[in-house]
């Protein structure tokens, strides 16, 4: 069992930078894949970054250059910064962890808002 606190959403400008956070509690952590996702009203989620539990990073096309994913096992956190912000970056953000093939937990999303 994990679960998932996520924290650092808000309002920002167009151009501007957030650090999105997700603390787990829970056992074995750091052998999780962990991820972002994001769902904007009257969308479906789509899949932001993820990073395994050996580091390695993927990120979707709309974000990679200006968005990072990292994490620190010894905090149980995986954080999401993101960079050069644009309105449609909009979004509630999940956090996830995962376990192949099947284990999956949710976080209950943090907002994040782009104004033009």
């Known amino acids: 069992q994990v679960q998932l606190v996520e924290s650092g959403g808000g309002l920002v400008q167009s151009g501007g930078s957030l650090r999105l956070s997700c603390a787990a509690s829970?056992?074995?952590?750091?052998?999780?894949?962990m991820g972002w996702f994001r769902q904007a009203p009257g969308k479906q989620r789509e899949l932001v970054a993820t990073?395994?539990?050996?580091?390695?990073?993927n990120y979707a096309g709309a974000v990679e250059g200006r968005f990072t994913i990292s994490r620190d096992n010894a905090k149980n956190t995986v954080y999401l910064q993101m960079n050069s912000l644009k309105p449609e970056d909009t979004a509630v953000y999940y956090c996830?962890?995962?376990?192949?093939?099947?284990?999956?937990?949710w976080g209950q999303g943090t907002q994040v808002t782009v104004s033009s």
């Open positions: 996830n962890a995962a376990q192949f093939p099947s284990l999956n937990y």
């Open positions: 990073i395994t539990s050996g580091g390695s990073t």
């Open positions: 829970g056992n074995i952590f750091s052998i999780y894949s």
